[in-house]
């Protein structure tokens, strides 16, 4: 494994400026691995994808994300362009630093930072599935973009925006749960019809409509308990016209992945997914507010090699 061409990828501004003070101790871990690597701190939004693609185009063949779950999906859209993975015998890695660590749950990817490194460089790389979504950008235009983790509608899109303004120091659990909370008492249910796999779901007002490759969004809330990140589908939550208090009774159960019991609560598997809303459904893309609905959403199945 340390043979591969190894370049780290680090957002210095992640999880509130925490991770670029961890990160010599992770570049200590990675040397102790025995690890050469190159590294590049990202600057700008986006500029991680940026970053990814001059190294893959530099004959890179192992990509080590170090930030977020919005630092992870900026990387792997690094890997891909026009709906294919253009660097199919490169392999991507997570080392999740972020305030919500959404992603590394669901990867059990340890928290500290030296056990990280020494799971994700010894580890077997197999290959995930990676989700495709086109949705309508704010400025005005549709785009296409690939995600890892979750795509979320609604309350989700509406919470994200709320938490980004935030500093974030109060932890993922904290800013995320406060996000929450005080998304839940603006936000109106919106209409949505919700076609999977070409069959007509729901054509209701929604709460959340989530389609997780992954298992968790928001800080630790397990919304997609029985997700499998290299399946080949999605596990599509949709959280149908949920009052204010049913919501906040029932919130301490989307934590512990035990709301799919709930009767207004539809859980289904798919591979492709149709949303389309009268109104203004915010989108949620692993852990960043990218655009709003109309979306169309479709797994690619097995499309990049994770290592770890």
């Known amino acids: ?37 190159a590294h590049t701190l990202t600057e700008a939004p986006d500029h991680a994808t940026e970053i990814t693609r001059n190294y893959l185009a530099e004959g890179y063949n192992l990509i080590i994300a ?10 792997v859209n690094g890997f891909f362009s026009d709906g294919k993975n253009r660097h199919k015998n490169a392999a991507v890695a997570f080392i ?48 296409e973009r690939y995600f890892i983790n979750i795509a979320g509608l609604g309350l989700d899109g509406d919470t ?7 500093s974030k120091a109060m932890g993922g659990f904290v800013s995320f749960l406060w996000g929450t909370l005080a998304s839940l008492a603006l936000y109106k249910n919106q209409k949505m019809t919700i076609t999977v796999d070409d069959k007509l779901i729901c054509d209701e007002p929604v709460t959340v409509i989530v389609a997780g490759n992954g298992r968790y969004f928001g800080g ?13 589908l999605f596990d599509i939550i949709i959280l149908r016209d949920l009052s204010k208090l049913n919501l906040l009774l029932n919130l301490p159960k989307v934590y512990n992945g035990s709301h799919l019991s709930h009767p207004r609560i539809t859980s289904l598997r798919g591979k492709k997914i149709e949303v389309r809303s009268s109104g203004t459904a915010l989108l949620e893309l692993d852990g960043e507010q ?19």
């Open 1 to 37: 494994m340390h043979s591969l061409k190894t370049a780290v990828v680090i957002n210095p501004a992640s999880a509130n400026g925490k991770t670029i003070k961890r990160w010599p101790d992770l570049a200590a871990a990675f040397k102790q691995e025995g690890l050469s690597f």
């Open 66 to 75: 170090v930030g977020g779950d919005g630092t992870a999906n900026e990387v």
């Open 96 to 143: 999740s630093t972020g305030t919500g660590r959404d992603l590394g749950r669901t990867l059990g990817t340890p928290a500290d930072v030296a056990e990280a490194a020494h799971h994700v460089l010894t580890s077997p790389q197999r290959q995930i599935d990676v989700g495709k979504i086109t949705y309508h950008h704010q400025q005005g235009a549709d785009k």
């Open 160 to 166: 994200c925006v709320r938490v980004n303004r935030t």
């Open 220 to 232: 630790g809330m397990c919304v997609a308990p029985n997700a499998v990140i290299d399946d080949g």
């Open 290 to 308: 990218a655009g709003q609905a109309p979306v169309d959403i479709e797994i690619m199945p097995g499309a990049i090699n994770l290592q770890g």
